[in-house]
């Protein structure tokens, strides 16, 4: 059960894109698509972003995708706004009834 | 109004035993599955167990495997998490959370639990 690879941190300017990279292997994220993303503020409990992938609950701003290729997952978000920056975790099934996270990803917005 | 409140955290010593609580309202707390997820000081997430819609059906981390026990009683829409033998390592925000199986929404807000002589 290691953790999904996460960069440590990403940055963008107000409007601008960001895609956080969330990296496992076949036994994980590249053997189900159950790839789930959390925003966390400081202080606060997570949040669901995403789920299956690229699915978006009711609520969450449509700036906010998923996607997967091979043995990555990421998260793009779009239009980039001061209230995106925050600690953002992706998470898969790992098999054998199992979940792991990622490391975390912090996004400063410049 | 959604909510799931946690209790039961604490100090507690090395090789001691806490429960935790964490009481659903504002959703059909039976047709969730059921999750808790652990945060050291500092550190990323890491899941720790989760329990069917009926709880019949647990999984654990191997980290917790024989340690700690799910369990949720619907009548009373409450999940619990016994946690025997207790490690330093062991010490992190713990949240509990519904969702699928493999998601979790909603959360509970986090209860600390410190394992320090």
Redesign the interface.
């Known amino acids: 059960?290691s953790?999904l690879t996460q960069p440590r941190s990403v940055s963008g300017s107000p409007g601008q894109s960001v895609t956080i990279s969330c990296t496992g292997t076949s036994s994980d994220v590249g053997g189900?698509n159950?790839v789930?993303w959390?925003q966390?503020h400081p202080g606060k409990?997570?949040?669901?972003m995403i789920?299956?992938v690229s699915k978006r609950?009711s609520g969450v701003p449509d700036r906010f995708s998923g996607s997967k290729s091979g043995n990555t997952a990421s998260l793009t978000i779009s239009g980039l706004q001061a209230e995106d920056e925050a600690d953002y975790?992706c998470?898969s099934?790992a098999g054998s009834?199992?979940?792991?996270?990622?490391?975390?990803t912090n996004l400063t917005v410049l | 109004e959604v909510q799931l409140v946690q209790s039961g955290g604490g100090l507690v010593q090395p090789g001691g035993s806490l429960r935790l609580s964490c009481a659903a309202s504002g959703f059909t707390f039976s047709g969730y599955w059921m999750?808790w997820?652990r945060q050291a000081p500092g550190k990323?997430?890491?899941?720790v167990s989760?329990a069917s819609t009926d709880g019949r059906s647990t999984?654990?981390?191997?980290?917790v495997k024989g340690r700690f026990t799910i369990s949720r009683d619907n009548a009373k829409n409450t999940l619990y998490l016994q946690m025997n033998s207790l490690r330093a390592e062991d010490t992190a925000v713990y949240?509990c959370a519904g969702?699928?199986?493999?998601?979790?929404?909603p959360?509970?807000?986090?209860t600390l639990v410190t394992v320090s002589s």
């Open positions: 059960q953790a189900y159950y789930s959390y966390q409990a997570p949040k669901l789920y299956d609950p975790y998470c099934y009834y199992t979940l792991v996270f990622g490391g975390g | 999750h997820v990323g997430l890491v899941w989760r999984n654990y981390a191997d980290s949240y969702g699928y199986p493999t998601w979790f929404d959360w509970g807000q986090g």
